[in-house]
């Protein structure tokens, strides 16, 4: 091939190269601009929709006056405070809550981080907190479920709630047989409670909050060595789950979730009203009391001993 020839071809091949470059950058230009404004904007007018199990608690629960309460609900009234962010939030049965996420009348929620949720909604990065699971047995009944095999044991019966993990786990291990399905946890502990009679296992701080709600003290809570799994915002915005779990991880850092994780999931310990400090104030000056009575104690031993040798 002659040289000019070469070089023209090779200077068009070029010419070629550099126009197709620019039209993959002009092409690419309406693409991130789309990408930009397909960001949600949360207004008065349009605000951010939070949408919960109104049956979960204490994540998530409508109070003797139907309002909304629990972990979740004052978590996330703190992080659209910071985030000043304008929301609504709405409690419901859970199949209405996974509709409304589907549908995209819901903009936010929380689940369990596993499979079964992977329809409506993405996950956060950040568990909120850990599900275990424990069971609930008349006092004077034999704990018979210590570990998930055991709910598989012939003729056994176990209440479980509508689509919790534990059903979930006995669905795909084959054991639905073994199920005793409800949507009303509450009424079901105050009738194992009455009849003396049955096994319920769901998550452990749930049940822990009813047994303390209802004061219920002739049944036993004992944990069961089963899987368990994570709590996480869940959403169909990105966006909105990168700021959420940057938030979060922000005011953790800042104190500012332990306080609710207290009232809410410890309802047994009873709020004095003392200070903190005072507490640590009255334990080292007890300490320093008990130094000083020891000091004197072996001060009187060593004057007696002193006594007697004279």
């Not at 699971?133 to 479920?145: A, L, Y």
């Not at 036993?220 to 060595?225: A, E, S």
């Amino acid at each position: 091939m002659p040289v000019n020839i070469r070089y023209s071809w090779m200077t068009w091949r070029r010419q070629i190269l550099l126009l197709l470059l620019l039209l993959t950058f002009c092409f690419s230009l309406p693409s991130s601009a789309a990408k930009t404004d397909s960001v949600r904007v949360y207004t008065e007018e349009h605000p951010l929709v939070y949408v919960d199990n109104s049956h979960l608690w204490p994540y998530s629960f409508l109070n003797d006056k139907d309002e909304p309460e629990g972990f979740c609900v004052d978590l996330v009234r703190m992080l659209m405070e910071e985030l000043n962010i304008p929301y609504v939030i709405k409690l419901e049965p859970e199949r209405e809550v996974v509709n409304d996420m589907k549908e995209g009348r819901g903009d936010l929620t929380f689940g369990l981080g596993m499979g079964f949720n992977n329809d409506y909604g993405n996950f956060g990065s950040r568990a909120i907190t850990l599900l275990t699971q424990s069971v609930v047995t008349p006092r004077s009944k034999p704990i018979e479920i210590k570990s998930f095999r055991d709910m598989n044991k012939p003729g056994l019966k176990v209440i479980v709630s509508n689509s919790s993990l534990c059903h979930h786990l006995m669905r795909d291990y084959g054991w639905g047989e073994h199920a005793v399905v409800t949507h009303d946890m509450d009424e079901a502990i105050l009738q194992l409670s009455k009849k003396k009679e049955g096994h319920i296992v769901w998550n452990t701080l749930s049940l822990k909050w009813l047994i303390h709600y209802y004061n219920i003290d002739n049944v036993v809570l004992t944990p069961v060595d089963m899987p368990h799994g994570s709590y996480r915002f869940m959403s169909n915005d990105q966006h909105l789950l990168d700021l959420l779990d940057d938030a979060y991880a922000k005011l953790y850092m800042a104190g500012k979730i332990t306080p609710l994780q207290e009232k809410w999931f410890y309802p047994e310990q009873i709020d004095t009203g003392i200070p903190q400090w005072v507490t640590y104030v009255a334990i080292f000056i007890a300490l320093l009391a008990c130094l000083l009575l020891y000091y004197v104690f072996v001060l009187h031993i060593r004057q007696r001993k002193m006594t007697q040798l004279i």
